[in-house]
């Protein structure tokens, strides 16, 4: 919900982003919608867009989530929206190994298409319920999250556990951006009597 009592809201881009099956749809369907994973997988065509309105630090924001196809064909389309990200959720399985080896691929995908622009980073181990199968263990994980300046958390869609933390810990380091009014990020709210609405809503 919307602030009416304030006079713009914040566009915030985030991208999910992993090889496929990794649980990308479903990290950002339990957060916006509560849905949990039950695991029938099915594949993301290019991109799906996300939104949910919260109030960061007693500003209007509006989050867009795009959440992006893992398989490599997608990957022209895939690429194009990595362009202009405040915030990337760099996920991997942890029950499957090889998703957690192209890590480092997505973080230089990133990093090659926003220049020296400044995108805040979490690593965001999935699958969380099936540490029974875990082929990643949580210390090297957190070392390779330590090179690269970036918080490190496990979730489970399918009990929900950590995921609202994970947002919350990019919300907290997005905080700071939406403080200093970046301009990219700022636009008007049109007011039509008692009710607000979005200016250049995408």
Not at 36 to 44: E, F, H, P, Q, R
Not at 86 to 115: P, Q
Not at 168 to 173: A, E, P, R
Request: hydrophobic content about 35%; overall charge neutral; some cysteine.
């Amino acid at each position: 919900m919307i602030n009416n009592e304030l006079s713009e809201y914040h566009l915030v881009k985030y991208i999910i982003i992993g090889e496929a099956g990794v649980g990308k749809t479903s990290l950002a369907k339990y957060y916006v919608d509560r849905e949990k994973a039950n695991y029938k997988y099915m594949s993301t065509i290019g991109v799906s867009l996300f939104h949910v309105d919260k109030i960061i630090n007693e500003k209007n924001v509006r989050l867009h989530i795009w959440d992006t196809a893992g398989q490599e064909r997608f990957n022209s389309i895939v690429q194009c929206y990595y362009r202009e990200a405040h915030g990337a959720f760099i996920c991997f399985a942890l029950n499957r190994r090889y998703t957690f080896d192209k890590v480092e691929n997505h973080i230089n995908d990133i990093i090659n298409y926003n220049d020296d622009k400044i995108i805040e980073y979490i690593l965001v181990g999935t699958h969380l319920d099936k540490t029974s199968e875990r082929k990643v263990e949580k210390e090297e994980a957190q070392k390779l999250a330590k090179k690269y300046n970036m918080k490190y958390i496990e979730i489970s869609s399918k009990t929900g556990e950590n995921v609202d933390k994970c947002f919350d810990i990019m919300n907290d380091l997005m905080s700071e951006h939406v403080d200093n009014m970046d301009e990219n990020m700022s636009h008007p709210i049109i007011k039509y009597g008692n009710k607000s609405k979005y200016c250049c809503m995408k």
